[in-house]
């Protein structure tokens, strides 16, 4: 670990009392030593990581590590703390730190460095060592392992391959083993990262098997990709350990054998009651059926209980499955939405109307070209919702899922349900894939069950849903909305103006959005004061969802992931062209935070644009139509305190919520489950 750490990346007396002040302190050593470029990027991406499951160990070890794009080089920082800081681990604090940088695309070969430090730190000679050193360039060189301490025989986990310990020659005692045969266990070790939870449990699992008397072989799924597990030694095994915080790769390989699904962390901190609990259900003879391996499975909810997501708290399983959804979705909204706006700044916004390309295009023609890329930016806007749909099953119930995921995201745009609708179609679709999968088949049929008769009745399923029990009450809605706006005409301008700013900005495109619209536009037809006004609030309401979002995201970087942070660059310019949708992936991801706070901000803009006289004669807005406002530095006032309003919200209500994934990760060793699927 040569140019991984050095002196200067030591800090023997460490004095932060908390997680976030000893990480700052580590990574500003970073920052002196040219390996980081932006302290505070850093430290958002460390403190996402964090968010996901708490990083700290049993034995007094905290280990913060993450990738970001703002790391130049692989880096490792330790830090000692006399009076120990809280990272989560069951058994106290830590005085040990370790902060560990990966850049975003960090090689195979600094990556196994990084999991060789984990796994050392499962030895308690190597810790105490580190304890009692003095002197930074020592302890910098320990930590390289140029003066490793003696130590007893260990078994190398190299990154992407597999580990396999103990031959049942000889028990813990050393005595001859009395089986002929050992007890074999194959295991699977993953976290979200990938460079050191991953390996230490590998490490914990090896040393719990020598010391059991098992043969254990550990396939680990980490940073630099895995190589499976042979499948002669998959069919030779006795039981199966899943400790993994996200999805297991091929998990059908290990079906029909006794099944233990942990998170990571348990199998860091408990591996002797992981084996032990294998070899009870071995003997039992409780297998894994179809369901439980073909089911998504890990949360990544710290010391980990069961099949990860599946038994985590409900609100976090939610937002996995919409984080899963919309994850695929991003890339739709950045890719359609801005080729939308650049086709409506060179040909303006009738070039929405304009013929088809495939029968229209002149090459000469700057309007053939803004024809082309709006109609593009516009077939990519058609995928947004039945991807999001899709890949919100799959989150839930793997690619059985994905055929009825995207059929009723089709089918709630066919009933103008929206992205709303989307959501509600991806989990139907997964909730009735999952209630398939339970359903016990003949052996027979286990082949065709996913690529066939899963899809098939879960898509019929779904499409009965959304066609007949969801899209007639959309419908009405509509309808009742329209009749209830029209009755709020006249004196009641500036409530009207609250209310179609509530609708513009509570499904971002969806129903409530479209009825908004239609209200306005069909007051152009005979336009007056009163409708132009209309026209004007509605405009200027939808604009407020992407630009709060894209200020909330450069003020307070680090309350946002890394996708979240790189769609919140797209969204200035999505909101400054009327295209509400750029907050959606905001909205999906955390939709009881940031859709409150939107509407708030689109209900003051709606408010202010009416009582301001604004007025629009266009049926769009974004800064493209301000020439055809009129009172326009009034109208832009009002989108910019409706802006500021949703920014403060909605910064405010995700503040309030930064430590509750790491208290829902705190369970710990005491607080754990071991579900073993039966």
């Given at each position: ?335 359609g939405g801005l080729l939308i706006a650049l086709s409506f700044a060179i040909g303006g916004y009738e070039i929405a109307s304009a013929k088809s390309v495939a029968d229209h295009f002149v090459w000469g023609e700057a309007d053939s ?269 009002a989108i910019a305190a409706g802006t500021l309003v949703a920014t403060a919200l909605v910064v405010l209500l995700k503040g309030a919520r930064r430590t509750a994934p790491e208290a829902a990760g705190d369970a710990g060793a005491d607080g754990s489950r071991v579900?073993?699927?039966?």
């Open positions: 670990m040569s140019e991984l750490i050095t002196a200067e990346l030591v800090d023997l007396d460490l004095s932060a009392t908390t997680k976030d002040a000893a990480a700052r302190s580590l990574a500003e050593r970073m920052v002196a030593a040219h390996r980081v470029t932006d302290l505070d990027g850093f430290l958002a991406d460390v403190a996402a990581r964090e968010a996901q499951m708490p990083t700290g160990l049993d034995g007094g070890i905290g280990i913060p590590h993450c990738r970001s794009e703002h790391v130049n080089a692989p880096t490792l920082a330790f830090g000692r703390s006399g009076a120990g800081i809280d990272f989560g681990a069951a058994d106290g604090p830590a005085d040990l730190i370790f902060l560990i940088a990966a850049p975003a695309g960090a090689d195979d070969d600094h990556l196994t460095i990084l999991s060789g430090l984990a796994r050392r730190l499962m030895d308690p000679e190597f810790t105490a060592a580190l304890r009692a050193g003095t002197d930074p360039r020592a302890v910098a060189a320990l930590i390289r392992g140029e003066e490793p301490p003696e130590e007893p025989e260990q078994v190398q986990v190299e990154t992407g391959k597999q580990e396999q310990v103990g031959t049942g020659e000889e028990t813990a005692g050393g005595t001859e083993a009395t089986e002929s045969v050992p007890f074999r266990i194959v295991a699977v070790t993953s976290c979200p990262t990938g460079i050191a939870h991953t390996y230490m449990a590998a490490e914990s699992l090896a040393a719990a098997g020598r010391a059991a008397g098992v043969e254990v072989t550990v396939e680990t799924q980490g940073s630099g990709g895995f190589k499976k597990l042979d499948p002669a030694v998959v069919a030779a095994a006795d039981a199966v350990i899943w400790a993994h915080d996200v999805e297991v790769r091929e998990k059908a390989r290990f079906r029909g054998k006794p099944l233990v699904d942990v998170g990571v962390k348990a199998g860091i901190n408990r591996p002797a009651e992981l084996i032990a609990e294998a070899r009870r259900k071995a003997e039992r003879g409780e297998i894994a059926t179809a369901t439980d391996t073909d089911k998504a499975s890990g949360s990544g909810d710290g010391d980990g209980s069961g099949s990860g997501a599946d038994h985590a708290h409900f609100g976090i399983r939610l937002r996995t499955y919409l984080m899963s959804g919309v994850s695929y979705m991003v890339p739709f909204v950045a890719a070209w803004a024809a082309l890329l709006n109609q593009i930016g516009s077939a990519a806007f058609g995928f947004l919702v039945p991807v999001l749909a899709g890949y919100i099953a799959y989150g839930m119930a793997d690619r059985p899922a994905l055929v009825p995921g995207f059929v009723g995201g089709a089918i709630a745009l066919t009933v103008n349900a929206g992205f709303l609708g989307g959501l509600v179609a991806g989990l139907l679709a997964g909730a009735v894939v999952m209630a398939v999968q339970r359903v016990p088949v003949h052996a027979t049929l286990r082949g065709i069950m996913p690529v066939l008769v899963i899809p098939l009745i879960a898509s019929a399923v779904v499409g009965f849903l959304m066609f007949i029990v969801v899209g007639k009450p959309i419908a009405s809605l509509q309808n009742a909305l329209t009749d209830w706006l029209n009755g709020l005409s006249g004196s009641n301008a500036v409530i009207l103006g609250v209310v179609l700013g509530l609708m513009m900005c509570f499904d971002m495109g969806g129903p409530l959005n479209k009825v908004a619209y239609a209200f306005a536009v069909g007051g152009l037809a005979d336009p007056t004061p009163g409708s132009l006004k209309v026209m004007a609030a509605v405009m200027a309401a939808g604009m407020v969802p992407p630009l709060a979002m894209a200020l909330a995201t450069t003020v307070r970087r680090r309350l946002f992931t890394k996708t979240e942070r790189e769609n919140g660059r797209a969204a200035w310019v999505l909101g400054a062209s009327f295209i509400t949708e750029g907050a959606i992936p905001f909205a999906a991801a955390d939709p009881l935070r940031v859709i409150p706070s939107v509407m708030a901000g689109g209900a003051v803009t709606g408010a202010l644009s009416i009582a301001f006289g604004a007025t629009l004669r266009a049926p769009h807005g974004g800064v493209f139509v301000v020439p055809l406002i009129g009172e326009p530095f009034l109208y832009l006032l579900t073993v699927a039966a």
